[in-house]
């Protein structure tokens, strides 16, 4: 996710007209379509709210446990990102530990999105953690391999192994830069980071899947130059990653080209792991919204309904091009003073993305929304 004011790179811009109508031919369910069996959901963000006393309520009005009202709409797995040493002190090792051990309670399965640094990592930005800035490429592999299986080892040890991980995210030009970025198309540096944390995943638990993820949902000639810069490096992975959101990413015609091209191409399931849409244009607190607009895509409204329609589209379109996941990121971080975007200031900052969550400010869920297979 492009986070405001972190860089965007908006890669596809086209007309409104384009994508609304693209968004409208999905909604209707095609037939023979792949079953979507990774149901998804983003909330890394969870913990520090309900910690500040957020509550949740289901379709009826009713409080309950928003795994539990996650679950009851269809999904059926949860994404926890992880940073090595957070600030505010939260989607630290132990922060995970505990969202893993409440998700897994519930019978939902686990995929663990490694940023492999201390805030937001994304295609504009992929920070070394600090206790790693000064290392090389080679240290560099250690610290990833090292890494990654403490995380895996550590959950695994508490009954909550992993059922996938991302090595990296959003590494569209790779990570930990700037030993880890693709230059020149040399993909050489990011290809021996990517087997260090395949190989360290496995090595904790061979079931654990591995995915690769990128935000090239937008373009098929960017998803090939990424994905066989590293296949040619000898870069193995179980499920490949994409980031979708309409009003960054264009239409629904073009997702499913590259859905589907990649998913044959490389001979591997996708999925998207995020994507997400606007229920309002209104802002909840001071901090500007990453999305605004009445009709970001148009022919879908900033409200309920035209959230709800718009991810119904998406989960349509993925499944016709035989993705098996689709993620909603971050459903569950509506406004709560005190869960800022900022790590370094998590008291200090807003919530950018207060008018994207699925739960409104007063913590309802929208009522038109599900997952379904």
Avoid at 194 to 223: E, F, M, P, R, W
Avoid at 234 to 247: A, E, P
Wanted: net charge neutral; aromatic share 10%; charged share 15%.
């Amino acid at each position: 996710m492009l986070r405001n004011p972190r860089t965007r790179r908006v890669a596809a811009i086209i007309g409104a007209a384009a994508i609304g109508a693209a968004l409208a031919v999905a909604n209707a369910a095609p037939a023979g379509a792949a079953t979507i069996t990774m149901r998804g959901a983003d909330v890394s963000s969870l913990q520090r709210s309900l910690d500040l006393g957020a509550k949740y309520y289901n379709a009826s009005g009713t409080a309950a446990d928003p795994l539990d009202i996650l679950k009851g709409v269809g999904v059926n797995y949860v994404r926890l990102r992880i940073w090595n040493n957070p600030a505010s002190g939260y989607n630290n090792l132990a922060k995970v530990l505990v969202q893993a051990k409440a998700a897994k309670a519930k019978g939902l399965q686990l995929m663990i999105d490694f940023h492999y640094s201390d805030t937001w990592a994304d295609p504009g930005k992929q920070y070394k953690p600090a206790a790693w800035a000064s290392h090389n490429i080679s240290a560099l592999q250690t610290d990833v391999y090292n890494y990654t299986l403490s995380v895996c080892n550590a959950l695994k040890a508490q009954g909550t192994t992993p059922d996938s991980v991302q090595i990296g995210n959003e590494i569209n030009v790779g990570m930990l830069w700037n030993d880890g970025k693709v230059v020149n198309n040399d993909f050489t540096n990011l290809s021996l980071l990517l087997k260090s944390g395949y190989n360290a995943t496995k090595a904790c638990n061979s079931g654990t899947q591995v995915i690769i993820h990128t935000a090239d949902a937008d373009s098929d000639a960017n998803a090939r130059w990424f994905y066989d810069g590293i296949k040619a490096k000898g870069v193995t992975w179980d499920i490949t990653g994409l980031s979708y959101y309409c009003m960054w990413h264009g239409t629904l015609s073009n997702l499913s080209t590259v859905i589907g091209d990649v998913r044959t191409r490389y001979g591997k399931p996708v999925i998207l792991a995020e994507t997400a849409y606007p229920f309002t244009s209104a802002n909840a607190d001071s901090e500007a919204n990453s999305v605004s607009g009445s009709a970001p895509c148009s022919g879908y409204p900033a409200t309920w309904a035209g959230q709800a329609s718009e991810f119904t589209a998406v989960q349509n379109t993925a499944r016709s091009a035989g993705a098996i996941g689709v993620f909603y990121w971050e459903p569950t971080w509506y406004a709560i003073s005190g869960n800022g975007w900022d790590p370094a200031n998590i008291n200090g900052t807003g919530n950018q993305w207060d008018n994207m969550t699925l739960f409104d400010w007063t913590g309802h869920i929208n009522p038109n929304v599900s997952w379904t297979p």
